[in-house]
């Protein structure tokens, strides 16, 4: 009668808990089962969503259950393949979740493909981040895929959104390992306790590890600050600079910062600071970032309910120029003892040789050119050997960008920082063919993830981000490659 239950159940959503949020987590279990047996607890009282409902950022999300039958009789009286039809099941999903701007999926064995479906056919609509425990990603049920393999699975779903692939070694029958963790490179993780192998197909979800817990708490903390999540915040006005609480503070020049925040030494790197990708306490209300954008800091502090927020673009604030330069020019030559009496015969350069927004005007970039020219000293009356030392300090600025985000990243395990460089000249090239010149962010993500799965990498949703904020602007919704960047990776 269990089974008969199952074949015949029509697709229902169960409240689980209702916070008013924007955000919902849905609870989807797999073939033969309901949602909450499929998530029960191993030997201890409740269910999976016991263990995350109260940990933040899950502990502001609304949470659902969501079961569906094998063969529904509406799918036979309008004339649809009534089995396992996950595609027309997603449509009625979406039906009772539309209102949400981000789905948590956390799916066990076949709902993953069901949660899969979903994506493929709304990730446009929704930000989507997929847990996928025990999913059989491989295989090719006939029941699911069908006879003539109509796919349900749009291949390019996968780069627009988050997703966690789950296994275990105690499941060695139904779901092994290498048959969870398919698709483009992301997210993955593989239980290695023999402690549960009684447990083998539930194991992960009727039996969750800590560690997989604690990096679900993290890459759900990720998500929602990032450009993948559907919450948008406009950017406070300029006026209510005043008094505010937190300050962000960003420029693409290191030196700027610098000079701005009276700060030396330690790099400007929010990055690193476990409170933004984890849940941890802003220690500090100044948030500075050598960088060109600072979306993700700013929808961290929304998310964590500080209104009073003031954003300082340096580089708007503080426009770099010709002028600027020419007066540095002036302030070396006199900094220098010469015997002559015209100082300015020893003069690096000349500005006019230059268009007036190369990239002579941006503070870092100029001591490295200075620094060149010295070096291999470079005469003002050499006009090609000034041009191709300014071709030069183009490939070591480009290399320091390329450095610090390699830094800052997760890649570093796996590729070495002259491949990295490489591939991110590559990404960028082909950020530089869009079509328009500001982009939605679910555009660049593409890109950048597609890029990294060709050369086979796995790219996290925070690397990404972190890519993102230190190459191109933003407005809070579109994006664009900033000034320097774009002069940067252009240049061979």
């Known amino acids: 009668m269990k089974i008969l239950g199952y074949y015949f159940r029509s697709a229902q959503i169960d409240p689980i808990l209702l916070r008013g949020s924007d955000t919902i987590v849905i609870f989807v279990h797999g073939i033969l089962s309901k949602s909450k047996d499929a998530f029960k ?36 009286l309008e004339k649809e393949w009534p089995i396992n039809n996950l595609t027309r099941i997603s449509f009625e999903l979406y039906g009772a979740i539309s209102r949400y701007k981000n789905v948590i999926f956390i799916a066990h064995s076949q709902g993953g493909l069901l949660a899969k479906t979903y994506s493929s056919l709304y990730w446009s609509r929704q930000g989507v981040f997929l847990v996928t425990l025990h999913t059989p990603h491989r295989n090719k049920s006939i029941t699911v895929m069908r006879v003539n393999d109509n796919k349900i699975w749009d291949d390019s779903a996968s780069f627009h959104v988050s997703h966690i692939f789950c296994g275990s070694i105690n499941d060695n029958k139904i779901v092994k ?16 306790d023999r402690t549960k192998k009684s447990l083998g197909h539930s194991h992960l979800s009727q039996s969750p590890d800590p560690e997989l817990i604690e ?32 300050e962000l503070i960003f420029s693409r020049s290191e030196i700027k910062l610098r000079k701005y925040t009276k700060k030396e030494g330690s790099p400007f790197e929010p990055w690193r600071t476990s409170c933004f ?11 500075a970032q050598n960088g060109c954008s600072v979306n993700y800091f700013f929808r961290y502090l929304k998310n964590n309910k500080i209104e009073k927020i003031s954003i300082h673009d340096l580089d708007y604030e503080y426009p770099d120029d010709v002028e600027s330069v020419e007066y540095k020019l002036y302030d070396f030559c006199f900094s220098e003892v010469y015997s002559e009496v015209n100082p300015y015969k020893h003069i690096p350069f000349f500005t006019s040789d230059f268009q007036k927004k190369s990239l002579i005007i941006n503070d870092d970039f100029y001591e490295i050119f200075l620094r060149r020219l010295i070096k291999k000293r470079i005469k003002n ?52 063919n869009l079509p328009e010149k500001k982009s939605e962010y679910l555009a660049i993500h593409e890109i950048i993830k597609k890029e990294f799965h060709k050369k086979q990498y796995r790219i996290s949703l925070l690397d990404i981000e972190v890519i993102v904020s230190l190459l191109m602007r933003s407005d809070g919704e579109l994006y664009w490659l900033d000034r320097d960047m774009r002069h940067a990776f252009r240049t061979k």
Not at 42 to 49: A, P, S
Not at 178 to 188: Q, S, V
Not at 387 to 406: K, W
């Open 215 to 246: 990096k679900l708490k993290n890459q759900a903390n990720v998500f929602i600050n990032s450009g993948l999540s559907r919450n948008f915040y406009p950017y406070p006005e300029t006026s209510a600079f005043k008094g505010m609480s937190v």
């Open 41 to 76: 607890l191993h030997n201890q009282k409740g269910h999976f969503w016991d263990r995350i409902k109260d940990v933040y950022p899950f502990s502001t999300f609304d949470f659902a259950m969501f079961s569906y039958g094998k063969i529904d009789v509406s799918f036979i």
């Open 277 to 287: 990708h984890e849940k941890t306490s802003l220690t500090s209300n100044v948030v």
């Open 177 to 192: 390992p290498d048959n969870a963790i398919m698709g483009c490179k992301d997210i993955e993780y593989i239980s290695y």
């Open 381 to 432: 009356s050499d006009i090609n050997g000034v041009h191709e030392t300014y071709d030069h300090a183009i490939g070591e600025f480009r290399r320091t960008i390329s450095n610090r985000i390699y830094r800052l990243s997760t890649i570093k395990k796996d590729m070495s920082e002259g491949k990295f460089e490489i591939l991110l000249i590559n990404t960028v090239k082909k950020i530089l």
